[in-house]
């Protein structure tokens, strides 16, 4: 897109001056920035994290006089999408939404209405029987559109088609070489692509004895997607390594590595791990999505009361909070969102996490670094001596992070962490043995967070049934529940994204007292239960209750042994 066919930068920057959507001081970056890259200013101040391009959107709209559209809440119509080729409507950043038969008018999203070249490519398409309704929005969210309305699967069947009969040139998988010249390198872009567009959290490259099998993990369960012949896997496995910075020619040891690419509209970052096995190495990717990273608190799935809660504790100015619960439960995600609703300009807050995930405007972010003899203990003493307000620590391992996360917190610090255990109440005897004294928790643990992940219904198909004897009983007399059916929309899954399943337990002074006392953990559990603490089983079978899940869901991830109704 041409820079002759925006707004003039100096008044859209004047004007989201005036809204307080900018500073002065971001614009004048912003305009530095701009005679260096030759980018639009409203994409480069969304990409320098200066404002969203949500409120860009809304801004550009009032000025424009331009009616906008949100993509994520509109069913566009597949007629419409038939009559603008898929690679137009990625070239120009398009997306057709909706077609009027009676009057000829076809609805179109578009990032620039001022973009001539583009309007006058769609109209001669179109021809002289349609008129255009331009709708403006945002550039991710019209190339997330174009993945999820257009699709992959047909640009891989050719590609594999392509790669059959021919030989595979390996010095064309290096990184630098054209894009697309080489139907290997489209082919792991497809997947990928494909990848993030179904919304998976990682993809695992698995060879067998005779073919090579790929599975994605999504709304945290695996899916098979493919089953590829096993000669394809060692040109994918160069071109990954490459993608990677990993030595290809190393396939004996373990490896890690890590690259960005832009799909959907937006930045994606892959953490890949080459793992050596009987049939050849097994790569596995993991989607870190920027733009899924950070989830308002509000949209995690919890109740009223555990969000109120939670931001009750959140208003402390000093102490710990802990966020328990097993790999791939959320922490991070929950962390992520906490900090979020807390970074403003008037707080400094760092984070030391193994590797940083997503990169969040203002906040100092730092990895461990076993080269430089960084660790977690080593990184919070260094912190301290940056004048921090908040802290994040990835994760709490052993007793000298724990003893100096705890001094954090005892110096006037807000001090955020995960934690292994099972359950909110099992954090105390944790701490216990990772040796932190009774004294030193009690008065400085601001509460403890346990979560599960569990998969949301399709609201598309979800029906009403009837509860069988085993579901009432474990329900308490519920004799209507809800399964999905499955339909297109949840690819016949029954289910659609994912919330958090919390329990949130507040240390208060009853608390401190038992821990100094060196109370047992039933003792704790009868105090929790005294002060109307929902457990993790009691706020998951409301879920069901509720119609959010069903119940099988939730008995795949939570234990409801031995729960009170």
Known sequence: MSERDEPDPKLLGQM?????????????????????????????????????????????????????????????????????????????????????????????????????????????????????????????????????????????????????????????????????????????????????????????????????????????????????????????????????????????????????????????????????TTHGENIVLRILDRQKGIVPLEDLGMGDKELGLLEEMISKTEGIILVTGPTGCGKTTTLYSILSRINTEAVNIMTLEDPVEYPMPMIRQASVNEMAKLDFASGIRSMLRQDPDIILVGEVRDQPTAVMAFRAAMTGHQVYTTLHTNSAIGAIPRLFDLGIHPEIMAGNIIGVIAQRLARRLCLNCRMEADAGEQEIRILGGNSRIYRGKGCEACDFQGYSGRFAIMEIIRLDEDFDDLIVRGGTLREMRNLAREKEFRTLAQNAVQSVRSGMTSLEEILRVVDLTGRSA
Not at 202 to 224: A, K, M, T
Not at 262 to 267: E, N, Y
């Open 16 to 276: 989201l001056i005036e809204k307080g959507v900018i500073s002065e001081d971001q614009l004048r970056i912003a305009l530095v920035e701009q005679g260096k890259h030759h980018l639009r200013l409203g994409k480069l101040m969304v990409g320098l994290g200066f404002l969203t391009e949500g409120a860009m959107r809304d801004v550009l709209s009032e000025s424009m006089g331009q009616e906008t559209v949100d993509l994520s809440r509109v069913v566009v119509d597949a007629a419409a999408v038939k009559l603008i080729p898929q690679e137009v409507a990625r070239r120009h950043q398009v997306l057709p939404v909706s077609l009027d038969r009676n009057s000829r008018i076809l609805s179109l999203a578009i990032s620039n209405p001022e973009n001539i070249i583009a309007l006058d490519q769609v109209k001669a398409l179109l021809g002289e029987d349609y008129e255009l309704h331009l709708l403006l929005a945002a550039e991710s969210e019209i190339m997330h559109a174009i993945d999820q309305h257009y699709g992959f699967e047909l640009s891989i069947e050719g590609i594999l088609q392509e790669i059959e009969p021919g030989e595979i040139d390996y010095p064309a998988l290096q990184v630098g070489v054209t894009e697309f010249s080489q139907p290997v390198v489209r082919l792991i872009d497809a997947l990928l692509s494909d990848a993030v567009q179904r919304g998976a959290s990682d993809i695992h490259f698995e060879p067998e004895h005779s073919f090579l099998r790929i599975r994605c993990r999504i709304d945290g369960v695996l899916r098979q997607q493919r089953s590829l012949h096993k000669s394809y896997w060692s040109p994918m496995a160069v071109r990954l390594k490459v993608m990677s910075g990993m030595n290809i020619a190393e396939n004996r040891a373990p490896q890690d590595g890590h690259f960005s690419l832009r799909l959907s509209g937006r930045q994606i970052d892959f953490r890949v791990s080459a793992e050596p």
